[in-house]
């Protein structure tokens, strides 16, 4: 079909939607490392990880081998609700930008709780139901893991408690409401309501909490109620397997119209987003039958590829979690509380750390003024209010059509726009009002930080 | 094509997208009533509302003969930013309900604006932009239409003012930041930036506003700035006529899969949504090709059809705009501040007055806390969290289906969902929190209201 035919938005039909996710690890050559048990450093083994986590869900995050796995009917009937998301050709974007490239961006948006988390909530909350548990907990940082939580198990009747990070619970009032709606409990953390909450408090007093720190109490609370396990929303290789959902119906959609993407870019927090989008292109590259450049789009305030370390590090503040090998700002980095939006978490999945290391990915970092500039000039050109997460990967990809338009090239951009805005107008209209700051951690910050980590090798 | 194959969603191409607006009018036996001009009296002519309108709306306004109008090629482009919107089988809800009914509701809350109000909006900036006008100024309840017009008047490069409904702007203060992202002014009504604003806050102080007050200053704005002209987002036969496109899409859709509805409910407040989704199928009753059930659903504290009064009104609180005869509860009318989002106008579109007058149409009102109670239950079976004006058709819709469960009738339910509550959290944490009532105006205060308005006949 030729180019000109792509329509502004391509929806795939119910029937072309993936039946499989892809598990990229089973193509790595060199695999991610494995997760530590904290009071061993010995790996987790099943056993140990089933006292946190589903057992369906254990055997997904253990899998290094098993290249697709079949994703239940009943999730796929989920699915329906709200997927295929559409992948959009940016053509006002590259009329208004005056670019000789084509830039793509994949929505996932289109859903209540308005980002891709939803992918993983539900397949989450489906196994927790199989396995007849009466509820789950979880921590949220912007609130759209919460939120997509919150309706998966609504809608599978399962019981939800949500620890928020207290920054995101001030700033964003209608989040935690959006979760009510939907029947969950919500405490801003870190809270007086577990352990490692008062000791976090007592040793911090008034600090704006962190994801680090949220995920602690949410684990604490999931072994300390019988019939409860701890769900995540990002970081884990279950995770990032989910979310290959993405990347599966781009890469279906692009096929469908001959188009093969150049640069393929995502923001990158724990490396939800960015690892599904990837997935499937990163198989054909590893696999030697195709090339792409990947980039991963981080906060300037929370730069963990750009400016961590590459080592074990603990997954939580509260040292409770297992360790597990990634580029990490030190699991006691609190990122700044000027800091707007997701992408605060120390650290990054294993998966995509180990592709970073072995070269097969680009990061960046970018200051946090320029990421609302870029949402609000695309939000006034393709119509759409962007997340502040997704608006890190509008700018990369905005800086690369420049270039285009400098060069010339033709180059085809794809990212991925994960969600939409509208629980962070507080961000929005600080920014407004020139109230918004690029604060960037110091070289001493990070060094400290990561000299309180355990040596392990 | 067989029942069982009918997708969850039902998106059609950007090629089987409408190229031009249906026109009720042209097939309506008895056309709707003239608009008055306050002065004389006498049907206002094209020149008069040229004052006040752009010149190809007015031509479109006074049209009642023209079956079908070009969608011009630019908004045509527009509308493929969000459009064709999706027609949704509600397969979980028909489940949970366990009715033997079939429900589909057409959705057009995904785009920032929220709701169906952005088609419209696009279609008025455009041609106030093709008629070499600096900006228009306009008036919001909910702020939906306030949102659609900035995002269309950015797109188009045109300023934009905006009236607010003074309760709306406080309960809704993140509506005003996505106005102001997309760069518009917003002003809470009544306001003392214009004379009838001045006099209405004098008469009544702390008043928490009404649309047809809003609806005054945004017209004394327009007419006393050179190259401004006002737009209205509902009431008018041209916003009908340009939310053709709803009903004309729903229809391709239904056809395509050979479905025919029994029932069609769509919320009333000015009758934008509910005038566009269902004019083509009621075109068809007027021909006499096809019957089918239209139900407008309006609420309990607003109630124009079912408890006001046919007759020529004012528009306006202040009285400066044209008379339209329509069902009303006399413009002074103000609802209860009790009254959580839209639907608030005190009258009705002429076009759906008419076709109620002459029974084609049937109208219920509800009360809020039960519209709450099934928007509620819809986000949790559904996933998408409502707007409060449209859950006013869902809860008439369930309504209806769960009549079919009675009486085993297999009917086929098509309401229209017009946004999404992404702005109406206060109203949800209102009814959560069980501080939400139900108020319903005295047949003396409507008595009262309508007493005050001129005799016309």
């Keep these: 079909m030729s180019e000109n035919k792509i329509p502004y938005k391509i929806y795939l039909s119910e029937d072309e939607m993936p039946h499989t996710w892809y598990n990229l690890r089973a193509d790595m050559k060199t695999k991610p490392a494995p997760l530590l048990n904290p009071g061993t450093l010995q790996p987790m083994t099943a056993e140990e990880l089933e006292g946190v986590f589903c057992t369906e ?4 995050e253990l899998d290094n081998d098993t290249a697709y796995f079949e994703i239940p009917r009943e999730i796929r009937d989920f699915y329906k609700m709200y997927r295929p998301s559409p992948l959009v050709r940016a053509y006002c974007l590259e009329e208004k930008l005056r670019t000789p490239a084509h830039i793509y961006y994949k929505f996932e948006g289109n859903n209540t709780s308005g980002s891709h ?3 993983s909530a539900v397949a989450q909350a489906y196994y927790a139901k199989q ?3 009466r509820g789950v907990t979880t921590e949220t940082g912007a609130g759209q893991w919460g939120t997509a939580l919150s309706m998966a198990c609504s809608y599978l009747g399962l019981d939800c408690k949500v620890f928020m990070v207290k920054c995101s619970y001030e700033q964003k009032p209608f989040r935690r409401e959006v979760m009510k709606v939907y029947g969950s409990s919500v405490t801003p953390s870190p809270s007086e309501t577990t352990n490692v909450g008062r000791k976090i408090l007592a040793e911090y007093p008034g600090t ?7 995920i602690s109490e949410a684990v604490e609370t999931a072994v300390s109620n019988p019939g409860y396990r701890y769900v995540l929303g990002s970081v884990l290789n279950q995770v990032l397997l989910h979310q290959s959902i993405i990347g599966l119906e781009t890469k279906t959609a692009m096929d469908k119209y001959g ?12 490396g939800s987003n960015l690892g599904g989008l990837i997935a499937p292109f990163m198989g054909e590259k590893l696999r030697g039958e195709a090339d792409y450049r990947f980039i991963a789009v981080e906060p300037a305030s929370c730069p963990s590829f750009t400016r961590g370390e590459y080592r074990y590090d603990f997954c939580d503040t509260g040292m409770v979690c297992p360790l597990a090998k990634m580029y990490t700002l030190g699991s006691g980095f609190m990122p700044s509380s000027d800091h707007a939006g997701g992408l605060r978490f120390h650290g990054m999945s294993s998966i995509l750390s180990q592709l970073y290391a072995d070269g097969l990915m680009e990061a960046v970092s970018v200051k946090q003024t320029d990421v609302f500039e870029a949402a609000e000039y ?6 759409i209010l962007p997340a502040p997460e997704s608006s890190h990967a509008i700018l990369a990809a905005i800086n690369e059509a420049k270039k285009c338009r400098e060069t010339g090239e033709e180059k085809t951009i794809l990212f991925g726009l994960t969600g939409t805005g509208y629980f962070d107008l507080v961000a929005y209209e600080k920014f407004h009002d020139g109230k918004m700051s690029n604060f960037v951690p110091s ?7 990561l000299a309180q980590l355990p040596e392990v090798h």
């Design 57 to 60: 869900l254990v055997k997904q």
């Design 378 to 383: 695309f939000a006034r050109v393709e119509g």
């Design 443 to 449: 070289d001493e910050e990070i060094s400290q930080s």
């Design 208 to 214: 704006s909490g962190s994801l680090g720190c949220a």
């Design 259 to 270: 188009v093969k993407p150049d640069i393929i870019i995502g923001c990158a927090g724990g």
């Design 131 to 133: 396995q007849g548990l």
């Design 117 to 119: 988390k939803l992918n």
